[in-house]
């Protein structure tokens, strides 16, 4: 069964930075599309970034995050960061690693077959 495992969350300052990751293991699913998406308390589930191979590299942010964040692979880590940067207290949230069998990376999060167990951004003012 393939786990998406994701790490790098944390406290953080406004303006500050940090590197989120996930990494795909076992199992024998190769994602093609992920994603990125995050829950802030009482509120929806939020698309934040995704990328697939189409092939060549595509991306696709939100336009809260476009400019700030940077979505990225290591294909043969089968792993995806996200460089946030510029950190802003409304990007508090769980954070959630999504994955696709298809090279879907749009913002439906019923387009991802597999999620993580998320990880939690706190950014203080």
């Known amino acids: 069964q393939v786990q998406l495992i994701e790490s790098g969350g944390g406290p953080v300052q406004a303006g500050g930075s940090l590197r989120l990751s996930c990494a795909a293991s076992?199992?024998?699913?190769?994602?093609?599309?992920m994603a990125w998406f995050r829950q802030a308390p009482d509120k929806a589930r939020e698309f934040v970034a995704a990328?697939?191979?189409?092939?060549?590299?595509?991306?696709n942010y939100s336009d809260s995050v476009k400019g700030r964040f940077t979505i990225s692979r290591d294909r043969a880590k089968n792993t995806m960061y996200l460089q946030m940067n510029d950190l802003k207290p409304e990007d508090t949230a769980v954070y959630y690693c999504?994955?696709?069998?298809?090279?879907?990376?749009?913002?439906?999060?019923?387009?991802?077959?597999?999620w993580g167990q998320g990880t939690q951004v706190t950014v203080s003012s």
């Open positions: 990328h697939t191979w189409r092939p060549g590299d595509v991306t």
């Open positions: 076992g199992g024998t699913f190769t994602p093609y599309g």
């Open positions: 999504a994955a696709a069998e298809s090279t879907y990376a749009g913002t439906w999060p019923r387009g991802y077959e597999r």
